[in-house]
T-cell receptor, first 113, second 109 residues
Framework: DVKVTQSSRYLVKRTGEKVFLECVQDMDHENMFWYRQDPGLGLRLIYFSYDVKMKEKGDIPEGYSVSREKKERFSLILESASTNQTSMYLC????????????FGAGTRLSVL | KNEVEQSPQNLTAQEGEFITINCSYSVGISALHWLQQHPGGGIVSLFMLSSGKKKHGRLIATINIQEKHSSLHITASHPRDSAVYICAAQNNAGNMLTFGGGTRLMVKP
């Protein structure tokens, strides 16, 4: 079974802090994704990566950056956390872009105070 | 950009009932995904389809490309089917999903 692991289930940070959310997948998938999920807005794509060191902006990249130095790991970075970034963050991976289902991590619930 | 609408938003059913959740999208897509999210947040991909029908156990997903509409059916529903069901339209490039707002299903024993 594919396993997508997010480093934290719950995280509390202060406004202005730099925040790292880590995601690791164990199935040698090419593609990895970061989403946020908010009540009333559903899931929205922040960034995705289709290869090591490659990244593409999603629908809402503002305030975020990403890093993919190794195939199995995709990091989401909040350079200076703000209260409007309080959300559930979900990582996903897929083998072949556009041809396979996505496998999701359990999510990280981030609160920015 | 795709717009994806789901109905109903909330659905309560009695155990054993046949359930249908609907998903409409507004532009061309390369595939339609159905996902399940249980309380606590974990999301599981149920189906990815670009035409016709797929079945897995008691779950059936159909899509009508001409009408830009997909349905998820659950036969012989069970309380463990209680979850949020989300459809997502995959763009023609295959690199992005646009998600519907979800249907919250509760199946009562």
């Amino acid at each position: 079974d594919v396993k997508v692991t997010q480093s934290s289930r719950y995280l509390v940070k202060r406004t202005g802090e730099k925040v790292f959310l880590e995601c690791v997948q164990d199935m040698d998938h090419e593609n990895m994704f970061w989403y946020r999920q908010d009540p009333g807005l559903g899931l929205r794509l922040i960034y995705f990566s289709y290869d090591v060191k490659m990244k593409e902006k999603g629908d809402i990249p503002e305030g975020y950056s990403v890093s993919r130095e190794k195939k199995e790991r995709f990091s989401l970075i909040l350079e200076s956390a703000s209260t409007n970034q309080t959300s559930m963050y979900l990582c996903a991976s897929s083998l072949s872009l556009g041809k396979d289902i996505q496998y999701f991590g359990a999510g990280t619930r981030l609160s920015v105070l | 950009k795709n717009e994806v609408e789901q109905s109903p938003q909330n659905l309560t059913a009695q155990e054993g009932e046949f359930i249908t959740i609907n998903c409409s999208y507004s532009v061309g897509i390369s595939a339609l995904h159905w996902l399940q999210q249980h309380p606590g947040g974990g999301i599981v991909s149920l189906f990815m389809l670009s035409s016709g029908k797929k079945k897995h156990g008691r779950l059936i997903a159909t899509i009508n490309i001409q009408e830009k509409h997909s349905s998820l059916h659950i036969t012989a529903s069970h309380p463990r089917d209680s979850a949020v069901y989300i459809c997502a339209a995959q763009n023609n490039a295959g690199n992005m999903l646009t998600f519907g707002g979800g249907t919250r299903l509760m199946v009562k024993p």
